[in-house]
Protein backbone atom coordinates (compact mmCIF):
# COMPACT_ATOMS: atom_id res chain seq x y z
CA UNK A 1 0.00 0.00 0.00
CA UNK A 2 1.48 3.43 -0.87
CA UNK A 3 0.75 6.04 1.29
CA UNK A 4 0.67 10.07 1.01
CA UNK A 5 1.99 12.12 2.97
CA UNK A 6 0.01 14.91 4.03
CA UNK A 7 1.33 18.45 4.31
CA UNK A 8 -0.98 21.41 5.45
CA UNK A 9 -0.35 24.41 7.56
CA UNK A 10 2.97 23.75 10.07
CA UNK A 11 1.98 19.52 9.94
CA UNK A 12 2.92 16.72 7.73
CA UNK A 13 1.04 13.46 8.14
CA UNK A 14 -0.62 10.39 7.38
CA UNK A 15 -4.60 9.91 6.69
CA UNK A 16 -6.08 6.98 5.70
CA UNK A 17 -9.32 5.13 6.20
CA UNK A 18 -12.13 5.82 8.88
CA UNK A 19 -13.81 5.15 12.06
CA UNK A 20 -11.83 6.10 15.66
CA UNK A 21 -8.80 7.38 15.12
CA UNK A 22 -5.49 6.04 15.79
CA UNK A 23 -3.12 8.55 16.39
CA UNK A 24 0.16 7.03 15.87
CA UNK A 25 3.38 8.55 17.44
CA UNK A 26 7.23 7.29 15.95
CA UNK A 27 9.93 7.19 18.27
CA UNK A 28 13.59 9.23 18.67
CA UNK A 29 14.96 7.97 15.50
CA UNK A 30 11.61 7.07 13.92
CA UNK A 31 10.08 7.87 10.73
CA UNK A 32 6.39 7.92 9.36
CA UNK A 33 7.46 4.65 7.26
CA UNK A 34 7.91 2.83 11.34
CA UNK A 35 4.46 2.52 10.98
CA UNK A 36 3.76 1.07 7.88
CA UNK A 37 3.05 -2.76 8.47
CA UNK A 38 -0.07 -0.91 11.21
CA UNK A 39 -1.20 1.19 9.02
CA UNK A 40 -1.86 -1.51 5.83
CA UNK A 41 -3.54 -3.66 8.54
CA UNK A 42 -5.88 -1.12 10.57
CA UNK A 43 -6.78 1.38 7.76
CA UNK A 44 -9.16 -0.96 6.63
CA UNK A 45 -11.33 -0.56 9.77
CA UNK A 46 -9.78 2.72 11.51
CA UNK A 47 -8.87 5.93 10.46
CA UNK A 48 -5.16 5.83 11.17
CA UNK A 49 -3.31 9.24 11.44
CA UNK A 50 0.65 9.25 12.19
CA UNK A 51 1.76 12.84 12.31
CA UNK A 52 5.82 13.48 11.97
CA UNK A 53 6.71 14.69 15.01
CA UNK A 54 9.16 18.16 14.27
CA UNK A 55 12.28 17.10 16.03
CA UNK A 56 14.35 19.16 13.85
CA UNK A 57 12.29 21.39 12.89
CA UNK A 58 10.77 22.75 16.44
CA UNK A 59 12.58 26.09 18.27
CA UNK A 60 15.45 24.03 20.39
CA UNK A 61 14.57 26.07 23.42
CA UNK A 62 10.85 24.36 23.18
CA UNK A 63 12.45 21.21 22.08
CA UNK A 64 11.58 18.39 25.18
CA UNK A 65 9.10 15.47 25.34
CA UNK A 66 6.28 18.38 27.09
CA UNK A 67 7.05 20.44 23.83
CA UNK A 68 6.80 17.58 21.62
CA UNK A 69 2.85 16.95 23.04
CA UNK A 70 1.69 20.52 23.39
CA UNK A 71 2.80 20.17 19.13
CA UNK A 72 0.66 16.94 18.92
CA UNK A 73 -2.02 18.45 21.04
CA UNK A 74 -2.04 21.35 18.34
CA UNK A 75 -2.50 19.01 15.54
CA UNK A 76 -5.43 17.17 17.27
CA UNK A 77 -6.76 20.63 17.64
CA UNK A 78 -6.14 21.56 13.70
CA UNK A 79 -7.67 18.20 12.82
CA UNK A 80 -10.70 18.71 15.22
CA UNK A 81 -10.59 15.34 16.72
CA UNK A 82 -12.58 14.75 20.06
CA UNK A 83 -11.07 11.86 20.83
CA UNK A 84 -8.17 9.47 19.88
CA UNK A 85 -7.02 6.58 20.47
CA UNK A 86 -2.98 7.12 21.00
CA UNK A 87 -0.22 4.21 19.81
CA UNK A 88 3.54 5.25 21.07
CA UNK A 89 6.72 3.51 20.45
CA UNK A 90 9.54 4.87 22.31
CA UNK A 91 9.94 8.54 22.59
CA UNK A 92 6.59 8.21 21.15
CA UNK A 93 4.83 6.14 23.66
CA UNK A 94 6.90 9.08 26.47
CA UNK A 95 4.81 11.79 24.25
CA UNK A 96 1.68 9.81 24.62
CA UNK A 97 2.11 10.08 28.45
CA UNK A 98 2.53 13.34 28.61
CA UNK A 99 -0.11 14.25 26.26
CA UNK A 100 -2.44 12.16 28.51
CA UNK A 101 -1.45 13.85 31.67
CA UNK A 102 -2.11 17.22 30.46
CA UNK A 103 -5.38 16.39 28.23
CA UNK A 104 -7.06 13.45 30.12
CA UNK A 105 -10.01 13.70 28.45
CA UNK A 106 -9.12 13.46 24.50
CA UNK A 107 -7.84 10.27 24.65
CA UNK A 108 -9.90 7.13 24.96
CA UNK A 109 -6.95 4.14 24.89
CA UNK A 110 -3.38 4.32 24.60
CA UNK A 111 -1.25 1.35 23.26
CA UNK A 112 2.50 1.48 24.40
CA UNK A 113 5.78 -0.61 22.57
CA UNK A 114 9.34 -0.03 24.08
CA UNK A 115 7.69 3.07 25.62
CA UNK A 116 10.67 5.77 27.29
CA UNK A 117 8.83 7.37 30.68
CA UNK A 118 10.26 5.23 32.82
CA UNK A 119 13.31 4.42 31.80
CA UNK A 120 15.17 4.53 28.71
CA UNK A 121 18.82 3.14 27.53
CA UNK A 122 19.00 4.75 23.87
CA UNK A 123 22.96 4.82 23.23
CA UNK A 124 24.34 2.36 26.22
CA UNK A 125 26.14 3.83 28.49
CA UNK A 126 28.04 6.60 25.77
CA UNK A 127 25.53 9.05 23.41
CA UNK A 128 26.00 8.85 19.55
CA UNK A 129 29.36 10.25 17.99
CA UNK A 130 29.45 11.98 15.13
CA UNK A 131 31.67 10.59 12.35
CA UNK A 132 32.02 6.78 13.62
CA UNK A 133 29.43 4.66 11.09
CA UNK A 134 30.55 1.17 12.82
CA UNK A 135 29.59 2.35 16.30
CA UNK A 136 26.73 3.67 15.14
CA UNK A 137 25.70 0.31 13.05
CA UNK A 138 25.77 -1.33 16.54
CA UNK A 139 24.00 0.97 18.55
CA UNK A 140 21.16 0.94 16.04
CA UNK A 141 21.39 -3.03 15.78
CA UNK A 142 20.29 -2.95 19.64
CA UNK A 143 16.80 -1.96 18.43
CA UNK A 144 16.14 -5.52 16.83
CA UNK A 145 16.58 -8.79 17.79
CA UNK A 146 16.68 -10.08 14.55
CA UNK A 147 20.45 -8.57 12.94
CA UNK A 148 19.26 -8.51 9.41
CA UNK A 149 16.88 -5.74 10.65
CA UNK A 150 19.83 -3.44 10.85
CA UNK A 151 19.96 -2.52 7.10
CA UNK A 152 22.31 -0.08 5.58
CA UNK A 153 19.52 2.08 4.08
CA UNK A 154 18.63 2.28 8.14
CA UNK A 155 22.62 2.96 9.43
CA UNK A 156 22.88 5.34 6.24
CA UNK A 157 19.62 7.45 7.48
CA UNK A 158 20.78 8.08 10.76
CA UNK A 159 24.49 8.44 10.01
CA UNK A 160 23.36 11.30 7.45
CA UNK A 161 21.59 12.46 10.46
CA UNK A 162 24.18 12.40 12.92
CA UNK A 163 26.50 13.91 10.79
CA UNK A 164 24.59 17.35 10.54
CA UNK A 165 26.06 19.30 14.13
CA UNK A 166 22.12 20.96 14.29
CA UNK A 167 20.37 17.75 14.19
CA UNK A 168 22.64 16.00 16.74
CA UNK A 169 22.48 18.69 19.13
CA UNK A 170 18.35 18.20 18.85
CA UNK A 171 18.68 14.39 19.37
CA UNK A 172 20.76 14.52 22.85
CA UNK A 173 18.14 17.34 23.60
CA UNK A 174 15.34 15.05 23.27
CA UNK A 175 16.90 11.88 24.83
CA UNK A 176 18.00 14.28 27.89
CA UNK A 177 14.53 15.30 28.38
CA UNK A 178 13.05 11.91 28.11
CA UNK A 179 15.29 10.81 30.84
CA UNK A 180 14.57 13.97 33.18
CA UNK A 181 10.97 13.36 32.60
CA UNK A 182 9.94 10.47 34.25
CA UNK A 183 6.25 9.47 34.19
CA UNK A 184 6.41 7.12 37.70
CA UNK A 185 3.93 9.30 39.87
CA UNK A 186 1.76 10.23 37.02
CA UNK A 187 0.95 6.91 35.22
CA UNK A 188 -1.10 5.99 38.51
CA UNK A 189 -3.58 8.77 37.82
CA UNK A 190 -4.14 7.39 33.77
CA UNK A 191 -6.91 5.34 34.06
CA UNK A 192 -7.99 4.48 30.23
CA UNK A 193 -7.75 1.10 28.67
CA UNK A 194 -3.99 0.74 28.50
CA UNK A 195 -2.28 -1.85 26.24
CA UNK A 196 1.70 -2.85 26.69
CA UNK A 197 3.29 -4.97 23.79
CA UNK A 198 7.16 -5.20 24.43
CA UNK A 199 9.72 -7.17 23.04
CA UNK A 200 11.33 -10.23 24.94
CA UNK A 201 14.95 -8.93 24.14
CA UNK A 202 14.08 -5.43 24.12
CA UNK A 203 17.56 -4.19 25.40
CA UNK A 204 16.66 -0.48 24.87
CA UNK A 205 13.74 -0.62 27.34
CA UNK A 206 13.90 -4.10 28.75
CA UNK A 207 11.13 -6.00 29.63
CA UNK A 208 11.20 -5.67 33.55
CA UNK A 209 10.36 -1.94 32.37
CA UNK A 210 6.78 -3.23 30.49
CA UNK A 211 6.29 -5.15 33.93
CA UNK A 212 6.85 -1.85 35.99
CA UNK A 213 4.39 0.04 33.20
CA UNK A 214 1.99 -2.71 33.70
CA UNK A 215 2.02 -2.40 37.37
CA UNK A 216 1.52 1.28 37.93
CA UNK A 217 -1.42 1.67 35.35
CA UNK A 218 -4.87 0.94 36.89
CA UNK A 219 -6.51 -0.68 34.07
CA UNK A 220 -3.40 -2.20 31.47
CA UNK A 221 -2.76 -5.73 29.82
CA UNK A 222 0.82 -6.96 28.74
CA UNK A 223 1.67 -9.12 26.05
CA UNK A 224 5.29 -9.85 24.81
CA UNK A 225 6.80 -10.86 21.73
CA UNK A 226 9.24 -13.18 21.66
CA UNK A 227 12.52 -13.17 19.67
CA UNK A 228 11.86 -9.47 18.91
CA UNK A 229 13.46 -6.07 20.06
CA UNK A 230 12.18 -2.54 20.66
CA UNK A 231 10.28 -2.00 17.74
CA UNK A 232 7.78 -4.85 17.50
CA UNK A 233 5.46 -3.29 14.81
CA UNK A 234 8.41 -3.35 12.68
CA UNK A 235 9.89 -6.52 13.41
CA UNK A 236 6.97 -8.49 14.38
CA UNK A 237 4.12 -6.77 12.75
CA UNK A 238 1.79 -9.83 12.12
CA UNK A 239 1.98 -10.43 16.24
CA UNK A 240 1.76 -6.61 16.90
CA UNK A 241 -1.08 -6.39 15.05
CA UNK A 242 -3.09 -9.17 16.02
CA UNK A 243 -2.70 -8.39 19.48
CA UNK A 244 -3.82 -4.92 18.69
CA UNK A 245 -6.57 -6.01 16.87
CA UNK A 246 -7.80 -7.71 19.97
CA UNK A 247 -7.19 -4.54 22.25
CA UNK A 248 -9.10 -2.34 19.86
CA UNK A 249 -12.30 -5.08 19.78
CA UNK A 250 -12.65 -5.22 22.86
CA UNK A 251 -12.72 -1.61 23.94
CA UNK A 252 -13.40 0.31 21.02
CA UNK A 253 -17.61 0.24 19.80
CA UNK A 254 -17.33 -0.01 15.75
Avoid at 52 to 78: Q, R, T
Avoid at 119 to 141: C, H, L, Q, T, W
Amino acid sequence: MEYHIRKENKFNYIDEGEGEVLLLLHGLFGALSNWKDVLNHFSKNYRVVIPLMPIFEMNILKLSVEGLANFIDEFIEYKKFTKVNLLGNSLGGHVALVYIKKHPFKVKTLLLTGSSGLYENAFGASYPRKGDRVYMKDRISLTFYDPASTTEELVDEVYETLQDKGKLLRILTMAKSAIRHNMRKDIPNIKIPVCLIWGKQDTITPPEVCDEFHALFPASEKHFIDKCGHAPMMERPHEFNKIADAFYQKNLSK
